[in-house]
Protein backbone atom coordinates (compact mmCIF):
# COMPACT_ATOMS: atom_id res chain seq x y z
CA UNK A 1 0.00 0.00 0.00
CA UNK A 2 1.57 3.83 -0.88
CA UNK A 3 1.52 6.02 1.63
CA UNK A 4 2.05 9.64 1.47
CA UNK A 5 4.16 12.92 3.18
CA UNK A 6 1.29 12.67 5.24
CA UNK A 7 1.74 9.27 7.06
CA UNK A 8 3.84 9.73 9.56
CA UNK A 9 1.73 13.03 10.88
CA UNK A 10 -1.21 11.24 12.62
CA UNK A 11 -1.05 11.50 16.45
CA UNK A 12 -1.48 9.26 19.02
CA UNK A 13 -3.11 6.20 18.37
CA UNK A 14 -2.67 5.61 14.82
CA UNK A 15 0.62 3.74 14.46
CA UNK A 16 2.96 6.27 13.31
CA UNK A 17 5.05 5.98 16.20
CA UNK A 18 4.92 2.16 16.12
CA UNK A 19 8.85 1.89 15.35
CA UNK A 20 9.70 5.06 17.83
CA UNK A 21 11.43 2.67 20.57
CA UNK A 22 12.68 -0.98 20.58
CA UNK A 23 13.34 -3.36 23.38
CA UNK A 24 16.89 -0.81 24.47
CA UNK A 25 16.57 -0.36 28.60
CA UNK A 26 19.60 1.69 28.43
CA UNK A 27 22.53 3.67 27.21
CA UNK A 28 24.93 1.28 24.84
CA UNK A 29 27.36 4.12 24.25
CA UNK A 30 27.00 7.23 21.91
CA UNK A 31 27.15 7.11 18.25
CA UNK A 32 30.51 7.67 16.74
CA UNK A 33 31.40 11.71 16.44
CA UNK A 34 30.58 13.04 13.16
CA UNK A 35 34.29 14.39 12.69
CA UNK A 36 35.01 10.56 12.41
CA UNK A 37 33.72 10.85 8.54
CA UNK A 38 34.59 13.07 5.64
CA UNK A 39 31.32 15.11 4.07
CA UNK A 40 33.51 16.08 1.47
CA UNK A 41 33.13 14.48 -2.27
CA UNK A 42 35.35 11.69 -3.03
CA UNK A 43 38.77 12.56 -4.93
CA UNK A 44 38.31 13.07 -9.05
CA UNK A 45 40.55 10.03 -9.54
CA UNK A 46 39.08 7.81 -7.40
CA UNK A 47 36.71 5.50 -9.08
CA UNK A 48 32.48 5.86 -8.09
CA UNK A 49 31.35 3.76 -5.70
CA UNK A 50 27.31 3.13 -5.61
CA UNK A 51 24.93 3.93 -3.25
CA UNK A 52 21.87 2.31 -2.23
CA UNK A 53 18.92 5.42 -1.70
CA UNK A 54 15.50 4.07 0.28
CA UNK A 55 12.49 5.61 -0.02
CA UNK A 56 9.00 5.14 0.81
CA UNK A 57 6.52 4.85 -1.54
CA UNK A 58 4.97 8.25 -1.99
CA UNK A 59 1.44 8.08 -2.95
CA UNK A 60 1.96 11.75 -5.03
CA UNK A 61 2.43 11.23 -8.88
CA UNK A 62 6.02 12.18 -10.23
CA UNK A 63 7.86 12.02 -6.70
CA UNK A 64 9.39 8.61 -7.29
CA UNK A 65 10.44 10.01 -11.22
CA UNK A 66 11.70 12.72 -9.51
CA UNK A 67 14.34 11.23 -6.92
CA UNK A 68 15.78 9.02 -9.32
CA UNK A 69 16.84 12.24 -11.61
CA UNK A 70 18.41 13.56 -9.23
CA UNK A 71 20.10 10.52 -8.18
CA UNK A 72 21.11 9.96 -11.74
CA UNK A 73 22.73 13.76 -12.14
CA UNK A 74 24.74 13.30 -8.91
CA UNK A 75 28.63 13.32 -10.34
CA UNK A 76 30.37 11.76 -7.50
CA UNK A 77 28.72 8.19 -7.38
CA UNK A 78 26.63 6.09 -8.50
CA UNK A 79 23.45 6.06 -6.71
CA UNK A 80 20.55 3.83 -7.11
CA UNK A 81 16.85 4.96 -5.39
CA UNK A 82 14.94 1.88 -3.96
CA UNK A 83 11.20 2.01 -3.38
CA UNK A 84 9.52 0.29 -0.47
CA UNK A 85 5.77 0.03 -0.65
CA UNK A 86 4.12 -1.53 2.20
CA UNK A 87 5.55 -1.01 6.20
CA UNK A 88 8.16 1.38 5.51
CA UNK A 89 8.69 1.61 9.01
CA UNK A 90 9.57 -1.78 9.67
CA UNK A 91 11.60 -2.26 6.91
CA UNK A 92 14.17 0.19 7.74
CA UNK A 93 14.53 -1.04 11.63
CA UNK A 94 15.25 -4.90 10.30
CA UNK A 95 17.89 -3.32 7.69
CA UNK A 96 19.21 -1.25 10.47
CA UNK A 97 20.20 -3.88 12.77
CA UNK A 98 20.92 -6.32 9.89
CA UNK A 99 22.15 -4.71 6.97
CA UNK A 100 24.71 -2.78 5.38
CA UNK A 101 22.39 -1.22 2.80
CA UNK A 102 19.95 1.33 2.45
CA UNK A 103 23.52 3.39 2.43
CA UNK A 104 21.34 6.29 2.45
CA UNK A 105 17.34 6.16 3.54
CA UNK A 106 14.35 8.61 4.70
CA UNK A 107 12.84 8.43 8.89
CA UNK A 108 12.72 10.29 11.63
CA UNK A 109 15.01 9.29 13.91
CA UNK A 110 14.65 7.07 16.79
CA UNK A 111 16.30 7.26 20.29
CA UNK A 112 16.85 3.41 19.64
CA UNK A 113 18.65 3.63 16.35
CA UNK A 114 21.66 6.24 18.11
CA UNK A 115 22.40 4.49 21.03
CA UNK A 116 22.68 0.95 18.94
CA UNK A 117 25.22 2.98 16.72
CA UNK A 118 22.83 2.18 13.85
CA UNK A 119 22.80 6.17 12.02
CA UNK A 120 25.95 8.44 11.60
CA UNK A 121 25.43 11.58 13.24
CA UNK A 122 25.43 14.64 10.49
CA UNK A 123 26.29 17.72 12.21
CA UNK A 124 28.95 18.68 10.12
CA UNK A 125 26.54 18.20 7.15
CA UNK A 126 23.83 20.23 8.04
CA UNK A 127 25.86 23.15 9.94
CA UNK A 128 26.29 25.58 7.26
CA UNK A 129 22.32 25.73 7.19
CA UNK A 130 21.45 24.96 10.13
CA UNK A 131 19.40 28.23 11.25
CA UNK A 132 17.82 27.51 8.02
CA UNK A 133 15.23 25.22 9.70
CA UNK A 134 11.96 25.42 12.01
CA UNK A 135 13.36 24.42 15.32
CA UNK A 136 10.02 22.08 15.41
CA UNK A 137 11.06 20.26 12.08
CA UNK A 138 14.87 20.51 12.92
CA UNK A 139 13.87 18.58 16.62
CA UNK A 140 12.15 15.32 14.19
CA UNK A 141 15.98 14.59 13.68
CA UNK A 142 17.86 15.65 16.95
CA UNK A 143 18.85 13.30 19.76
CA UNK A 144 20.76 14.48 22.39
CA UNK A 145 22.17 17.74 21.03
CA UNK A 146 23.53 15.50 17.18
CA UNK A 147 21.74 15.96 14.48
CA UNK A 148 21.06 12.73 12.18
CA UNK A 149 18.56 13.61 9.54
CA UNK A 150 18.52 16.61 7.12
CA UNK A 151 15.14 17.65 6.84
CA UNK A 152 13.87 17.16 3.19
CA UNK A 153 10.09 18.92 3.52
CA UNK A 154 7.80 19.91 6.17
CA UNK A 155 3.51 18.48 6.36
CA UNK A 156 1.48 20.25 8.46
CA UNK A 157 -2.46 19.97 9.26
CA UNK A 158 -4.25 22.97 10.25
CA UNK A 159 -8.40 24.00 10.16
CA UNK A 160 -10.60 24.57 7.42
CA UNK A 161 -13.27 26.33 7.52
CA UNK A 162 -16.22 27.44 4.91
CA UNK A 163 -16.36 30.94 5.13
CA UNK A 164 -19.91 31.56 3.51
CA UNK A 165 -21.58 28.89 6.03
CA UNK A 166 -19.76 30.62 9.04
CA UNK A 167 -20.81 34.27 8.12
CA UNK A 168 -24.35 32.67 7.71
CA UNK A 169 -24.40 31.62 10.89
CA UNK A 170 -23.19 34.37 12.22
CA UNK A 171 -19.91 32.59 14.16
CA UNK A 172 -16.38 34.02 13.74
CA UNK A 173 -13.10 32.08 12.86
CA UNK A 174 -12.40 30.57 16.28
CA UNK A 175 -9.62 31.95 18.47
CA UNK A 176 -9.84 29.64 21.41
CA UNK A 177 -11.04 26.56 22.12
CA UNK A 178 -13.90 27.22 23.84
CA UNK A 179 -14.99 29.19 20.36
CA UNK A 180 -14.56 26.10 18.41
CA UNK A 181 -16.82 24.50 20.83
CA UNK A 182 -19.23 26.94 20.69
CA UNK A 183 -18.81 27.50 16.51
CA UNK A 184 -19.08 23.70 16.11
CA UNK A 185 -22.17 23.51 17.65
CA UNK A 186 -24.40 26.67 15.84
CA UNK A 187 -22.78 25.40 12.65
CA UNK A 188 -24.75 22.19 13.24
CA UNK A 189 -28.06 22.01 11.39
CA UNK A 190 -29.51 21.13 8.02
CA UNK A 191 -27.77 18.11 7.95
CA UNK A 192 -24.36 19.44 7.76
CA UNK A 193 -22.34 18.97 11.25
CA UNK A 194 -19.66 21.44 12.84
CA UNK A 195 -16.96 19.58 13.05
CA UNK A 196 -15.15 16.67 11.56
CA UNK A 197 -11.42 15.80 13.14
CA UNK A 198 -11.61 12.00 12.40
CA UNK A 199 -14.00 9.29 12.86
CA UNK A 200 -12.20 8.65 16.28
CA UNK A 201 -13.49 12.22 17.70
CA UNK A 202 -10.74 13.75 16.98
CA UNK A 203 -8.57 11.47 19.60
CA UNK A 204 -5.77 10.85 16.74
CA UNK A 205 -5.05 13.98 15.45
CA UNK A 206 -6.06 16.68 18.44
CA UNK A 207 -4.12 15.39 21.68
CA UNK A 208 -1.48 17.20 20.66
CA UNK A 209 -2.59 20.20 19.33
CA UNK A 210 -5.10 20.43 22.83
CA UNK A 211 -1.92 20.00 24.73
CA UNK A 212 0.18 22.69 22.98
CA UNK A 213 -2.97 24.89 23.22
CA UNK A 214 -2.43 24.91 26.94
CA UNK A 215 1.00 25.57 26.71
CA UNK A 216 1.92 22.31 27.31
CA UNK A 217 3.72 19.62 25.43
CA UNK A 218 4.93 15.52 25.45
CA UNK A 219 8.07 16.49 26.95
CA UNK A 220 10.05 18.71 27.91
CA UNK A 221 13.88 20.09 29.23
CA UNK A 222 15.89 18.67 26.49
CA UNK A 223 13.23 15.39 26.23
CA UNK A 224 14.20 14.60 30.06
CA UNK A 225 10.57 15.45 32.07
CA UNK A 226 6.79 14.54 31.06
CA UNK A 227 5.65 17.80 29.23
CA UNK A 228 2.01 17.34 30.58
CA UNK A 229 2.48 16.76 34.36
CA UNK A 230 0.25 19.73 34.67
CA UNK A 231 -3.75 20.30 35.73
CA UNK A 232 -4.15 22.57 32.35
CA UNK A 233 -3.42 18.73 30.76
CA UNK A 234 -6.73 17.50 32.20
CA UNK A 235 -8.51 20.62 31.48
CA UNK A 236 -7.44 20.99 27.97
CA UNK A 237 -8.35 16.68 26.89
CA UNK A 238 -11.88 17.55 28.69
CA UNK A 239 -12.69 19.35 26.17
CA UNK A 240 -12.02 16.06 23.71
CA UNK A 241 -15.43 15.08 25.55
CA UNK A 242 -17.17 18.23 25.50
CA UNK A 243 -17.24 18.00 21.57
CA UNK A 244 -18.07 14.43 21.25
CA UNK A 245 -20.98 14.95 23.95
CA UNK A 246 -22.85 17.49 22.56
CA UNK A 247 -23.22 15.92 18.58
CA UNK A 248 -21.67 18.63 16.42
CA UNK A 249 -18.62 16.39 15.36
CA UNK A 250 -18.93 14.99 12.68
CA UNK A 251 -18.31 10.53 13.16
CA UNK A 252 -18.41 7.84 10.10
CA UNK A 253 -17.58 9.69 7.43
CA UNK A 254 -16.55 8.03 4.39
CA UNK A 255 -13.44 8.82 4.58
CA UNK A 256 -11.00 9.45 7.66
CA UNK A 257 -9.32 12.99 8.20
CA UNK A 258 -6.78 12.75 6.37
CA UNK A 259 -9.21 13.52 3.08
CA UNK A 260 -11.00 16.50 2.37
CA UNK A 261 -13.85 14.47 0.97
CA UNK A 262 -15.82 15.00 4.34
CA UNK A 263 -15.34 19.13 3.88
CA UNK A 264 -15.59 18.89 0.07
CA UNK A 265 -18.69 17.28 -0.19
CA UNK A 266 -20.34 19.36 2.03
CA UNK A 267 -20.67 17.05 5.47
CA UNK A 268 -19.08 19.73 8.02
CA UNK A 269 -18.22 23.05 7.93
CA UNK A 270 -15.07 22.61 9.29
CA UNK A 271 -12.42 20.12 9.58
CA UNK A 272 -9.17 19.44 10.82
CA UNK A 273 -6.91 18.08 7.81
CA UNK A 274 -3.88 18.46 5.87
CA UNK A 275 -2.20 21.24 4.16
CA UNK A 276 -1.93 18.71 0.95
CA UNK A 277 -5.87 18.97 0.54
CA UNK A 278 -5.42 22.43 -0.45
CA UNK A 279 -5.54 22.20 -4.19
CA UNK A 280 -8.60 19.92 -4.09
CA UNK A 281 -10.63 22.56 -1.58
CA UNK A 282 -9.78 25.23 -3.75
CA UNK A 283 -11.34 23.16 -6.62
CA UNK A 284 -14.56 22.50 -5.14
CA UNK A 285 -14.82 26.77 -3.12
CA UNK A 286 -12.62 28.80 -5.23
CA UNK A 287 -11.89 31.27 -2.53
CA UNK A 288 -14.87 30.49 0.21
CA UNK A 289 -12.39 29.03 2.75
CA UNK A 290 -9.80 29.68 5.04
CA UNK A 291 -7.43 28.14 7.73
CA UNK A 292 -6.56 27.82 11.16
CA UNK A 293 -4.03 26.88 13.31
CA UNK A 294 -5.98 24.94 16.19
CA UNK A 295 -6.77 27.61 19.06
CA UNK A 296 -5.11 28.22 21.71
CA UNK A 297 -6.96 27.09 25.36
CA UNK A 298 -6.75 30.79 26.84
CA UNK A 299 -5.17 33.17 27.73
CA UNK A 300 -2.23 31.28 28.66
CA UNK A 301 -1.64 28.90 26.04
CA UNK A 302 -1.23 29.29 22.44
CA UNK A 303 -2.51 28.25 18.74
CA UNK A 304 -0.53 25.29 17.29
CA UNK A 305 0.18 23.18 14.16
CA UNK A 306 1.49 20.18 14.20
CA UNK A 307 4.88 19.16 11.87
CA UNK A 308 6.58 16.51 10.36
CA UNK A 309 9.32 16.01 7.96
CA UNK A 310 11.62 12.88 6.92
CA UNK A 311 15.07 13.91 6.84
CA UNK A 312 17.88 11.90 4.84
CA UNK A 313 19.87 9.77 6.93
CA UNK A 314 23.14 7.80 6.62
CA UNK A 315 22.93 3.89 7.95
CA UNK A 316 26.05 3.59 10.20
CA UNK A 317 26.48 0.09 9.02
CA UNK A 318 27.27 1.29 5.26
CA UNK A 319 30.71 0.48 3.67
CA UNK A 320 30.69 4.29 1.80
CA UNK A 321 29.62 6.01 4.77
CA UNK A 322 32.24 9.13 3.79
CA UNK A 323 30.65 9.41 -0.09
CA UNK A 324 26.57 8.98 1.89
CA UNK A 325 27.35 11.67 3.38
CA UNK A 326 28.52 13.74 0.48
CA UNK A 327 25.44 12.80 -1.52
CA UNK A 328 23.13 13.93 1.47
CA UNK A 329 25.17 17.34 1.72
CA UNK A 330 24.81 17.30 -2.47
CA UNK A 331 20.93 16.61 -2.39
CA UNK A 332 19.89 17.99 0.72
CA UNK A 333 21.75 21.01 1.16
CA UNK A 334 23.19 22.32 -1.82
CA UNK A 335 20.50 21.52 -4.51
CA UNK A 336 18.02 23.49 -3.56
CA UNK A 337 16.21 23.92 -6.51
CA UNK A 338 15.52 20.16 -6.35
CA UNK A 339 14.34 20.79 -2.97
CA UNK A 340 12.15 23.03 -3.79
CA UNK A 341 10.77 21.13 -6.46
CA UNK A 342 10.45 18.12 -4.26
CA UNK A 343 8.41 20.04 -1.47
CA UNK A 344 5.79 21.88 -3.71
CA UNK A 345 5.47 19.76 -7.18
CA UNK A 346 4.35 16.59 -6.13
CA UNK A 347 1.18 17.41 -3.48
CA UNK A 348 1.22 20.30 -1.35
CA UNK A 349 3.73 20.39 1.55
CA UNK A 350 6.08 23.35 2.82
CA UNK A 351 9.78 23.28 1.92
CA UNK A 352 11.99 22.70 4.79
CA UNK A 353 14.05 25.11 4.75
CA UNK A 354 12.62 28.82 5.17
CA UNK A 355 14.57 30.44 2.98
CA UNK A 356 13.17 28.21 0.14
CA UNK A 357 9.64 29.37 1.32
CA UNK A 358 9.31 32.32 -0.01
CA UNK A 359 10.39 31.00 -3.65
CA UNK A 360 7.51 28.61 -3.60
CA UNK A 361 4.86 30.18 -5.65
CA UNK A 362 2.05 28.31 -4.52
CA UNK A 363 3.18 29.49 -0.76
CA UNK A 364 2.61 32.90 -1.22
CA UNK A 365 -0.86 34.04 -0.91
CA UNK A 366 -4.29 32.66 0.20
CA UNK A 367 -5.22 30.21 2.76
CA UNK A 368 -1.63 28.42 1.21
CA UNK A 369 0.54 31.67 2.74
CA UNK A 370 -1.38 31.61 6.19
CA UNK A 371 -0.75 27.92 6.94
CA UNK A 372 3.27 28.44 5.73
CA UNK A 373 3.09 31.63 8.11
CA UNK A 374 1.52 29.17 11.08
CA UNK A 375 4.56 26.77 10.64
CA UNK A 376 7.24 29.64 10.68
CA UNK A 377 4.77 30.74 14.04
CA UNK A 378 3.33 28.17 15.78
CA UNK A 379 4.29 24.44 15.10
CA UNK A 380 5.31 22.03 17.05
CA UNK A 381 6.85 18.10 16.77
CA UNK A 382 4.47 15.82 17.20
CA UNK A 383 5.98 13.07 19.38
CA UNK A 384 9.64 13.11 18.66
CA UNK A 385 12.75 10.56 18.96
CA UNK A 386 12.43 10.23 22.26
CA UNK A 387 8.15 9.93 22.65
CA UNK A 388 8.39 6.16 22.59
CA UNK A 389 5.20 4.10 21.40
CA UNK A 390 4.88 2.78 25.62
CA UNK A 391 4.20 6.43 26.44
CA UNK A 392 2.02 7.09 22.95
CA UNK A 393 -0.14 4.52 23.90
CA UNK A 394 -0.83 5.29 27.26
CA UNK A 395 -1.41 8.88 26.41
CA UNK A 396 -3.56 7.88 23.37
CA UNK A 397 -5.72 5.95 25.69
CA UNK A 398 -6.07 8.35 28.21
CA UNK A 399 -7.73 10.85 25.21
CA UNK A 400 -9.39 8.12 24.13
CA UNK A 401 -11.14 7.15 27.86
CA UNK A 402 -11.59 10.68 28.12
CA UNK A 403 -13.78 11.48 24.90
CA UNK A 404 -15.68 8.29 23.92
CA UNK A 405 -16.11 7.17 27.74
CA UNK A 406 -16.98 10.69 30.04
CA UNK A 407 -13.76 8.83 32.32
CA UNK A 408 -11.96 11.65 34.83
CA UNK A 409 -9.33 14.01 32.88
CA UNK A 410 -7.13 14.22 35.91
CA UNK A 411 -7.02 10.47 36.77
CA UNK A 412 -6.75 9.62 32.98
CA UNK A 413 -3.77 12.05 32.59
CA UNK A 414 -2.12 11.45 35.61
CA UNK A 415 -2.12 7.26 34.73
CA UNK A 416 -0.39 8.83 30.99
CA UNK A 417 1.99 10.68 33.28
CA UNK A 418 3.32 7.99 34.90
CA UNK A 419 3.91 5.82 32.30
CA UNK A 420 5.78 8.54 30.25
CA UNK A 421 8.01 9.10 33.05
CA UNK A 422 8.71 5.22 33.24
CA UNK A 423 9.85 5.05 29.96
CA UNK A 424 12.11 8.40 30.20
CA UNK A 425 13.70 6.91 33.53
CA UNK A 426 13.91 3.81 31.41
CA UNK A 427 16.37 5.61 28.47
CA UNK A 428 17.69 7.63 31.03
CA UNK A 429 18.13 6.59 34.15
Not at 262 to 268: H, N, R, S
Request: net charge negative.
Amino acid sequence: MQRNRRSFLALAGVGALATACGSNTGRQGEAPPSTAYSAGPPPSDAPKVTLQQWYHAYGEDGVQDAVKKYAASYPGATVNVQWNPGDYDSKIVTALQNSKVPDVFEAQVKIDWVRQNQVVALDDVIAPVKGDFSPAVLAAQTVEGKVYGIPQATDTQVLFYRKSLLQAAGVQPPQTVDELIDAAAKLTKDGVKGFFAGNDGGVGVLTGPLLWSAGLDYLKNDNREVGFDDPRAATALAKLHTLNANGSLLLGAPADWSDPGAFVDGLTAMQWTGLWNVPKIRQAFDDDFGVLPFPKLDGSGAPSVPVGAYGAMVNAKSEHVAEAKAFVKWLWVDQTQDQLEFATKFGFHVPARQSLVGRAENLRSGPAADAARFVKENSHLVGGPVWTQQANTALSDAAAKIAKEGADPVAQTKTAVEVARAELKRLFG
